[in-house]
């Protein structure tokens, strides 16, 4: 079974700041991962997709990484924005027969002015 | 497009009512869910359907029923409500089920349960 685990579980950080979220995950049969972001209250949405024949993606400020061997991903913002404080969640798409995304709990990220 | 959209926004249920959660995107996505989420538990998969007519469990389904009668639809039935499932439900879509698809989420209905 798929288990994700995002460190640190919040942040929080002075506007400017570069900064790395980390995600874990146990089983890297893995179609792909994705990196979203979900405001207070709000549903999520998908920031970015890497596949798992990649190693990064970029979207602007945002680079994400991934090592399927070793089971990790990592998600830069830099230069840092009150307008990025929010919860950050990565979800890896499982093989397997059933695919599925599975949840890491997140990491709030606050950005202080 | 209007994405994926959820109704109601918001509902309170009494123990033992029941109720659909309307969910409806207009992709013309193959791929639909439904996932639960509750503080410190993060987002749980339910249900799911790869297209119309197809459904399956995902990692938390019992007390939920769901139909794929039109690929526009996923309705998910809560049958007795209890207050175990008081959270926030959300839906979501993408074209195909694997592959390098995003997947795109509504904005959720909150559940309350008394």
């Known amino acids: 079974k798929q288990e994700v685990t995002q460190i640190p579980a919040a942040l929080s950080v002075p506007e400017g700041e570069n900064l790395v979220l980390n995600c874990s995950f146990t089983?890297?049969?893995?179609?792909?991962l994705q990196w979203f972001r979900q405001d207070p209250g709000k549903g999520l949405t998908s920031l970015l997709l890497?596949?798992?024949?990649?190693r990064e993606q970029t979207s602007g400020r945002l680079n994400a990484s991934l090592d399927k061997s070793s089971g990790r991903s990592t998600l830069y913002i830099a230069a840092s924005q009150p307008g990025d404080s929010a919860t950050y969640l990565c979800a890896p798409l499982t093989q397997g027969g059933s695919e599925k995304l599975v949840f890491g709990k997140g990491t709030k990220l606050t950005v202080n002015p | 497009n209007a994405g994926v959209t959820q109704t109601p926004k918001f509902q309170v249920l009494k123990t033992g009512q029941s109720m659909t959660l309307q969910c409806a995107q207009d992709m013309n996505h193959e791929y639909m869910s439904w996932y639960r989420q509750d503080p410190g538990m993060g987002l749980r998969l339910i249900h799911y359907s790869v297209g119309a007519g197809i459904t399956d469990q995902g990692e938390v389904p019992n007390g939920y029923n769901v139909s794929r009668s039109t690929t526009e639809d996923f309705p998910l039935r809560l049958l007795s409500a209890a207050p175990s499932q008081t959270s926030v439900y959300f839906c979501a879509s993408s074209y195909t089920s694997f592959g390098g698809e995003t997947q795109y989420f509504g904005p959720g209905t909150r559940l309350l349960v008394l």
């Open positions: 890497i596949q798992s024949s990649q």
């Open positions: 089983d890297s049969a893995i179609y792909n």
